[in-house]
Structures are given as structure tokens and as C-alpha cells.
């Protein structure tokens, strides 16, 4: 069978509330993500995170479910949410990236994991640019471990999140976790 270079498909793991917010187009985008309000300190920089396993996903919805049900945050009827994204490979592909294929025997991928997770600033190349986006597993810290099965997909400028496009309700679930 001949490659067709198809849409990459990458999920994202939220709350039904979260994702109202991101469905909705701002500006010339057709979404909301704004990267300033993304976590920083984390794996590859304060960015978007997105994965290719949709069974991560629902994982990540549901402890953002449970952890927002257990401060109260969140109404009886919220639910976990899982939103899908066909990105375009060529349009992937023009973006200045970094990938990290291992099984957590890189040292550079634990150097560039510490610098992002301790704050030590972005990860700026030449010209003072950041990656747009950055692939690769999802690293157990402080643990130098990676998680089996899993990947990350972030996006992190103004210029990756042009080629994302309208994320798409691929599942939900019910409300019926009590309230801890």
C-alpha cells in the first residue's frame, strides 16, 4: 500500500469545561489556545501538549476530572473530554522541531527535560526562537524513566499554533465519579 501521507492524529485530554473554552476560534486561529496560560515547567517547556495515544488522553482527562472534582472547582455535571486533532504533516513539517526518539538512554533528552522542568528559561536556539514544537516520550521526573507507550507532542509559538486546526469532541465521559 503506498503512503499517503495522511493527517496526523494527536488527542487531547481535558475537562468538558477546558474544552468549550479551546473550541472556540479567536482571532485568525480556530482555536483558543493561548500558551501563556499552559503549565510551564514541564517536560518540554510551557506549551500545548497534545500525544498520538488516545488511551494517554483519556488517562490525562480523567485525572484532570478528578483532580478539579476533588478542589471543588468544577460542577456535578462536568465531564472528561477527549478533543482530536488532524493536523496536516506538511504543515508539520515546516516547523522548526525536535524530536527525541528513546528509551531513556539519551543523555541530551534528560539534559534538555532538566532544563525545561527547572525553570532554567525556554529553550531558545539561535536568534532567541523557540522550538515551535518538540516530540518524544513523556519522562517520569525526577526519575530518569520514560513512560512505556506514551508520547508528547507540544506546541510552543504563535507559528505551531497557526497549523493546528479546529479540535474535533472525539469522546466524553459521564459524570458519575462522587465527589472525593
Known amino acids: ?4 501521507n495522511g493527517s496526523l492524529i494527536l488527542y487531547h485530554g481535558t475537562t468538558d469545561i477546558a474544552a468549550s473554552v479551546l473550541c472556540k476560534s479567536s482571532g485568525s486561529l480556530p482555536h483558543s489556545i493561548d500558551i501563556s496560560l ?13 500525544t498520538t495515544f488516545l488511551q494517554q488522553a483519556e488517562g490525562w482527562a ?3 476530572f ?20 488532524e493536523v496536516d504533516r506538511n504543515q508539520l513539517a515546516s516547523l522548526l522541531s525536535l524530536c527525541f526518539v528513546t528509551d531513556g538512554s539519551n543523555p541530551d533528552y534528560w539534559n534538555f527535560i532538566e532544563h525545561c522542568r527547572t525553570g532554567m528559561g525556554s529553550h531558545l536556539l539561535h536568534g532567541n ?13 525526577p526519575q530518569k ?3 512505556k507507550n506514551a508520547d508528547q507532542v507540544s506546541f510552543h509559538t504563535k507559528a505551531a499554533l497557526e ?6 469532541l472525539h469522546s466524553q465521559g459521564t459524570p ?4 472525593l
Not at 497549523?163 to 474535533?168: D, Y
Open 66 to 85: 478528578r483532580d478539579q472534582r476533588r478542589r471543588r472547582r468544577v460542577e456535578l455535571s462536568t465531564r472528561a473530554v477527549i478533543l482530536k486533532f
Open 145 to 147: 524513566f520514560v513512560i
Open 176 to 179: 458519575t465519579y462522587t465527589t
Open 129 to 141: 526562537k523557540n522550538y515551535d514544537v518538540v516530540f518524544g516520550p513523556v519522562a517520569l521526573w
Open 38 to 50: 499552559c503549565r510551564a515547567h514541564t517536560d518540554f517547556g510551557q506549551g500545548f501538549y497534545l
Open 1 to 4: 500500500m503506498p503512503w499517503k
Open 163 to 168: 497549523i493546528l486546526p479546529a479540535p474535533v
Open 62 to 64: 480523567d485525572r484532570q
